[in-house]
């Protein structure tokens, strides 16, 4: 089974509004930390922004907030208020204990703001 | 900066002709990972070293090799390409214990021609 799973393959968003990117994921693990990556179109991995398991209030890093609900198993990206420099792919990952903390990723999510 | 550095960038080769490509890093960081992207996918973990403690993956071809001379710098060899090990190949730091994010180089395009 899957372990990180992103529904959305890709998505249009007007400039300037939000768009939110769905992750969701699978471990028994209790201790375990959430990470989305940026990578546009030069390939470079850009980290975003970090939930650990054990935190109690969403994470939040500028213009991109982590949505988390322990119980449901997701971890969904906001980014508010988009900006054509925000076109890239998305990739939400996972490190836990049971994958020796090693992270995996999801299949990604290619987004493109439009003028 | 504190940084990953990969080069080359780009890197054309031939068919069966050994490659090296390289990473440094000056976070100081005590793992580094080299991963495989081909196009449209997710990165795939090779291998990754801790400290000077190598640990590759099940699955990574033996026609990939690293070597770590130092906590700076990492090398990823490629003994004999193929036409399929044309990808993007990222170069990752982390440390252990904490968050351990995994900070990424730019990358290395590899070409097989």
């Known amino acids: 089974a899957q372990k990180i799973t992103q529904t959305q393959p890709g998505m249009f968003v007007q400039e300037k509004e939000a768009v939110t990117l769905d992750c969701t994921y699978d471990t028994s693990d209790p201790s375990y930390g959430l990470f989305w990556y940026k990578q546009p179109s030069s390939g470079e991995m850009i980290f975003l922004i970090y939930q650990g398991s054990y935190d109690q209030q969403n994470a939040t890093e500028g213009r991109y907030s982590l949505n988390f609900q322990k119980a449901r198993k997701s971890a969904n990206l906001v980014i508010s208020a988009s900006q054509l420099g925000d076109s890239a792919m998305y990739f939400c990952a996972m490190r836990d204990f049971a994958a020796g903390n090693k992270l995996t990723f999801g299949g990604g999510t290619r987004v493109l703001v439009k003028p | 900066d504190a940084m990953v550095i990969q080069n080359p960038r780009y890197q054309v080769t031939q068919f069966g002709k050994p490659v090296t490509l390289s990473c440094s890093q000056t976070?100081?960081?005590?793992?580094m990972y080299w991963y495989q992207q081909k196009s449209s996918q997710a990165p795939k973990l090779l291998f990754h070293y801790y400290d000077k403690d190598f640990n590759n993956e099940a699955d990574t071809p033996d026609n990939f090799q690293s070597r770590r001379p130092n906590t700076s710098f990492c090398f990823l060899d490629i003994r004999s390409p193929g036409l399929g090990d044309a990808a993007m190949y990222l170069c990752a730091t982390s440390t252990r214990g904490g968050q351990e994010t995994q900070y990424f180089g730019p990358g290395t395009r590899l070409l097989v021609l």
């Open positions: 976070l100081n960081h005590n793992v």
